[in-house]
């Protein structure tokens, strides 16, 4: 049971052995628009500061199941329940803070724009913010 409700964490098991495979944590979060994104809506008669999302805190999966797909599997569940959200309220983007490394094997930012995920602004340092609009997935 979560009680403090900052966020929600989905654990997934592999069904043969019962073992952790890997989590998901999500919760509520809003896009400041700036730069193209802010341009971009703008130009479509939209001037709000920012726009509501959901966002993937924590995506993780153990070792023993990495590049098989269960990563991809997981992402496929926030956009379902992100679809479902924003069938009840307000939800226009899901977002991320991409973990890199200078490894690209290792790099997550690389997994995301595989999935759809754009930069939402450059950073030098720490995590790469991300956003995948989906408004684009049903185009
Ligand atoms: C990122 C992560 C969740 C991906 O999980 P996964 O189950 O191994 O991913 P998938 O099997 O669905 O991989 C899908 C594709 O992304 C690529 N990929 C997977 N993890 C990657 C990573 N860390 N960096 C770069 N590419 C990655 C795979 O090569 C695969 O591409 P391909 O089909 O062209 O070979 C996993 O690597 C992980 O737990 N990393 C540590 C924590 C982390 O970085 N979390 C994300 C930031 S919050």
Redesign the pocket.
């Known amino acids: 049971m979560n009680y403090s409700k900052f966020s929600i964490t989905y654990l997934w098991f592999y069904k043969t052995n019962k073992e952790l495979c890997g989590y998901v944590t999500v919760l509520a979060d809003a896009i400041n628009l700036q730069g193209k994104l802010k341009e971009y809506f703008r130009q479509e008669g939209i001037f709000y500061k920012s726009l509501p999302a959901l966002k993937i805190g ?4 153990s070792d023993n ?8 599997l997981m992402i496929e569940f926030v956009i379902v329940l992100a679809e479902k959200i924003g069938s009840e309220i307000g939800l226009r983007f899901i977002t ?1 803070d ?2 890199r490394n200078p490894d ?5 930012v ?2 995301y724009k ?1 999935l759809g995920f754009e930069v939402l602004k450059q950073r030098e340092k720490g995590t790469l913010p991300m956003y995948k609009d989906l408004i684009k997935i049903k185009k």
Do not use: E, N
């Not at 199941?65 to 991809?72: A, K, Q, S, V």
């Open positions: 924590r995506l993780c999966v199941y990495l590049g098989r797909g269960i990563g991809t991320t991409a973990k690209p094997r290792k790099d997550s690389h997994f595989r």
